[in-house]
């Protein structure tokens, strides 16, 4: 049964680091991509990032672009998202989710989605 489970948020002050972790099991990682989208509250769900399977080509959001930094370790089957420099606007539930294609675009392309973890940055 495929399952991704995320961890790792916690509260964050501005400016500082965290480490999203995203732990998959069921299937074999280095088929997929997997993305990292998050949800604040009152707003739509919108894409993070997204590390391909085939070439380990990553893509970003431009509103996270040089913060932030996705990597896989297909060993392990954990996908990590590294956000550093957070800022008040990266408040917000984080998700993983897996694709065939990768694409920071919610929707139809993701098949299985994790729980989602809470990351809050506040002074």
């Known amino acids: 049964q495929v399952h991704l489970v995320e961890s790792g948020g916690s509260l964050v002050q501005p400016g500082g680091s965290l480490r999203l972790s995203c732990a998959t099991s069921?299937?074999?990682?280095?088929?997929?991509?997997i993305g990292w989208f998050r949800q604040a509250p009152g707003k739509e769900r919108e894409g993070v990032s997204c590390?391909?399977?085939?070439?380990?080509?990553?893509y970003y959001a431009e509103a996270v672009k040089g913060r932030f930094t996705i990597s896989r370790n297909n060993a392990k089957n954990t996908v990590n998202l590294q956000m550093n420099s957070v800022e008040s606007e990266d408040t917000a539930v984080y998700y993983c989710?897996?694709?065939?294609?990768?694409?920071?675009?919610?929707?139809?392309?993701?098949?299985?989605w994790g729980q989602g973890t809470q990351v809050t940055v506040s002074s």
């Open positions: 590390i391909d399977n085939s070439d380990g080509r990553t």
């Open positions: 989710a897996r694709s065939q294609e990768c694409t920071i675009v919610p929707g139809p392309m993701q098949d299985y």
């Open positions: 069921g299937f074999t990682l280095d088929s997929f991509a």
